[in-house]
């Protein structure tokens, strides 16, 4: 069976600061990697993808660890906007040609 | 970036009733799109892969009787529930697959059904 794990959270954080997010997945054969986030009662949307030699997009780090089947978000200089939840998500194949396999999702919730 | 469009946003309606939602590719063809159901406090579950023009797969413990999908065009998915119950109550999301660049999955609204 396909599984994704993240801590569920909710995580509290001031404005501003720095926050961390983890997820392992149990399936060694998967090809490619993603976070979405996903606002209360709404579709998921895709906030970056995540590659071996880790890749950054303004204020998002996305780390992948295949050893050890783990992959990371790192959020800086965290804004109100950033509240919401974070999905890890993998997929089978690199060409997206399966369905994708979600985490149950980590609750942000930036404080002013 | 490319849309999904799902239609309708949400539906009540009474037990033993069939149901049908719509996914549509806008601005790009999709020959694969994909369901999945989310129940409060869940993740995304896959439902079934849709292929256009041919039957569609389902994942393991959904019932391909219950749950009729039909991929008729390069830009139209359905997805019908068919003598909804309660239990069936859920957040029903599609999503399509475009074949161009990154074949990267792009996710419709999704649709809220309410079975009373």
């Known amino acids: 069976r396909k599984e994704v794990e993240q801590d569920p959270g909710p995580f509290n954080v001031p404005e501003g600061a720095t926050v961390a997010f983890n997820c392992t997945y149990s399936?060694?054969?998967?090809?490619?990697f993603f976070w979405y986030r996903q606002d209360c009662r709404k579709e998921p949307k895709l906030l970056m993808s995540?590659?071996?030699s880790g890749n950054e997009d303004g204020r998002f780090t996305a780390q992948l660890n295949r050893a050890s089947q783990y992959i990371s978000l790192l959020i800086r200089d965290s804004k109100l906007s950033d509240s919401a939840t974070y999905l890890c998500?993998?997929?089978?194949?690199?060409?997206?040609?399966?369905?994708?396999?979600f985490g149950k999702g980590t609750h942000l919730i930036i404080q002013p | 970036g490319a849309v999904v469009s799902q239609h309708p946003s949400r539906v009540i309606c009474k037990s033993g009733t069939s149901v049908k939602i719509e996914c549509r590719s806008l601005?790009?063809?999709?020959?694969?799109m994909f369901w999945y159901r989310q129940f409060p406090k869940q993740s995304l579950m896959l439902m079934a892969t849709?292929?256009?023009?041919?039957?569609?797969?389902?994942e393991q413990g959904v019932e391909k009787d219950k749950f009729l999908i039909n991929h008729a065009s390069l830009t139209l998915s359905t997805l019908t529930v068919t003598s909804a119950h309660p239990e069936d109550s859920s957040f029903y999301i599609c999503?399509?697959?475009?074949?161009?660049?990154?074949?990267?999955?792009?996710f419709g609204p999704g649709t809220r059904l309410l079975v009373l």
């Open positions: 999503s399509a697959r475009d074949g161009r660049g990154h074949q990267t999955q792009y």
């Open positions: 399936n060694s054969a998967s090809q490619s």
């Open positions: 995540v590659y071996s």
């Open positions: 998500v993998v997929n089978e194949t690199g060409g997206g040609a399966d369905g994708l396999t």
């Open positions: 601005d790009f063809q999709a020959t694969t």
């Open positions: 849709s292929n256009e023009g041919s039957k569609a797969t389902y």
